[in-house]
């Protein structure tokens, strides 16, 4: 394997600095592998700072995102994962091990997380098209025998916030977006969000399924 196809990164700062342009530079495919959000989220929120993300839109770039069920150890961590299903990536929880934490990128790159070393974690960034092609079987592998987020989450009656009862009303009800944001007190855009992490929440595919499912677990709302 030649030299410049392998590169060793120490720490989030020199992983930002030499390859933050990789993360914002997808355009197919995004796919992380991870125990918990935080092994990468420190490293690619800064990547995608300044709205650098690309765009998850149908026919664009797809992210999907593997995690065990450490990341989901609380409800705030459950309300991360949540969040980020509502931005438009996938989500899956696989309760075996994971080979690798990673990331591959347009099947052309490779990210390899490894374990911290004197509290600084390496990462390995491979371009060496076997290595990738072999890191990303391995994600596919684990996809497959994963379950959604969703699902995973849907197991157990969820717990609503009062605030999140109220959204449910006025979808019940047909109030407009504009009108129920204005009776929550928040910006538009804020209860759009909110409602879109309600639907991940509850595994509904539509607002009105959203209701269903709340009656279902709840006996009304």
């Avoid at 490894?114 to 600084?120: E, Q, Y």
């Amino acid at each position: 394997m030649r030299s410049d196809q392998i590169v060793t990164l120490r720490g989030e700062q020199e992983l930002v600095r030499r390859a933050g342009d990789l993360f914002a530079g997808a355009r197919q495919e995004f796919l992380c592998a991870a125990a918990d959000p935080f092994t990468w989220s420190a490293g690619v929120n800064a990547a995608f700072a300044g709205g650098k993300r690309p765009p998850l839109t149908p026919g664009g770039l797809s992210m999907r995102k593997l995690y065990t069920p450490q990341a989901l150890s609380d409800a705030e961590a459950e309300r991360r994962l949540l969040r980020i299903a509502a931005s438009g990536a996938q989500i899956r929880i696989c309760v075996a091990p994971l080979a690798h934490e990673a990331i591959v990128i347009d099947r052309r790159i490779a990210i390899l997380a490894g374990a911290p070393v004197r509290g600084t974690r390496t990462y390995t960034v491979v371009r060496s098209p076997d290595v990738v092609d072999g890191v990303r079987s391995l994600f596919s592998a684990a996809w497959e025998t994963a379950g959604d987020l969703a699902g995973y989450v849907g197991a157990r009656p969820p717990v609503l916030s009062e605030q999140a009862r109220e959204i449910l009303r006025m979808l019940s009800a047909g109030y407009t977006d504009e009108t129920a944001c204005r009776r929550l007190g928040v910006s538009l855009r804020t209860y759009r969000r909110r409602v879109a992490e309600l639907m991940v929440t509850l595994g509904a595919t539509s607002r009105f399924q959203a209701g269903v499912r709340a009656r279902e677990f709840d006996g009304g709302v």
